[in-house]
Antibody
Framework: QVQLQESGPGLVKPSQTLSLTCTVS??????????WSWIRQPAGKGLEWIGR???????NSNPALSSRVSLSVDTSKNQFSLRLTSVTAADTAVYYC?????????????WGQGILVTVSS | AIQMTQSPSSLSASVGDRVTITCRAS??????LGWYQQKPGKAPKLLIY???SLQTGVPSRFSGSGSATDFTLTISSLQPEDFATYYC?????????FGPGTKVDIK
């Protein structure tokens, strides 16, 4: 059974960098049949796709955030990570990591439980 | 970016009702459309992929249809556990974009 688990600080100061890691168990990041994404959701609002990365390291991010987003993968640890620079209160949200599957039209079949990140001084 | 809209934004229904939610894309997304269910405090759950394919383990009362820019999620007989918010997601083009959601609550 594939499981994803987000980790990182729950509180980040404005203008600083948000760093989150997603640890994957029960599956390998190396497979070309999957990609690994970050998605966020402000309280009471909808879902916003942040970006995705393959086990090869190829990555794409949302143009609305791309100047501040950096994605990386560590296949030896079965982890992938998100860095979001220059955060503001608007970046306060629950952040999810998720797996996109080629077998499911690249939709997301496994999700982490989510981690609340608050941007505040 | 492809804009996704959903209607209605919310609806009230009773157990046993047939419920239909519509998702519209600002341009053709081919068959790259999925539907998710989200309950409070939980991660979204994939229900439908590729417009009409039922994800493993999802009850058959859920179905999807549509093409190009217009898509529909139907719940044939609403059950108590179906009260939730539903989102569509297009993964045809970058950036991936979700619809704003449809909240289904108890009448």
């Amino acid at each position: 059974q594939v499981q994803l688990q987000e980790s990182g600080p729950g509180l980040v100061k404005p203008s600083q960098t948000l760093s989150l890691t997603c640890t994957v168990s029960g599956g390998s990041l190396n497979s070309g049949s999957y990609y690994w994404s970050w998605i966020r959701q402000p309280a009471g609002k909808g879902l916003e796709w942040i970006g995705r990365i393959y086990g090869s390291g190829n990555a794409n991010s949302n143009p609305a955030l791309s100047s501040r987003v950096s994605l990386s993968v560590d296949t030896s640890k079965n982890q992938f990570s998100l860095r979001l620079t220059s955060v503001t209160a608007a970046d306060t949200a629950v952040y999810y990591c998720a797996r996109g599957s080629r077998f499911l039209g690249w939709q997301f079949d496994y999700w982490g439980q989510g981690i609340l990140v608050t941007v505040s001084s | 970016a492809i804009q996704m809209t959903q209607s209605p934004s919310s609806l009230s229904a009773s157990v046993g009702d047939r419920v239909t939610i519509t998702c519209r894309a600002s341009q053709d997304v081919r068959g790259d459309l999925g539907w998710y269910q989200q309950k409070p405090g939980k991660a979204p759950k994939l229900l439908i992929y590729a417009v009409s394919s039922l994800q493993t383990g999802v009850p058959s009362r859920f179905s999807g249809s549509g093409s190009a820019t217009d898509f529909t999620l139907t719940i044939s007989s609403l059950q108590p556990e179906d009260f939730a918010t539903y989102y569509c997601l297009q993964d045809y083009d970058y950036p991936l974009t979700f619809g704003p959601g449809t909240k289904v609550d108890i009448k």
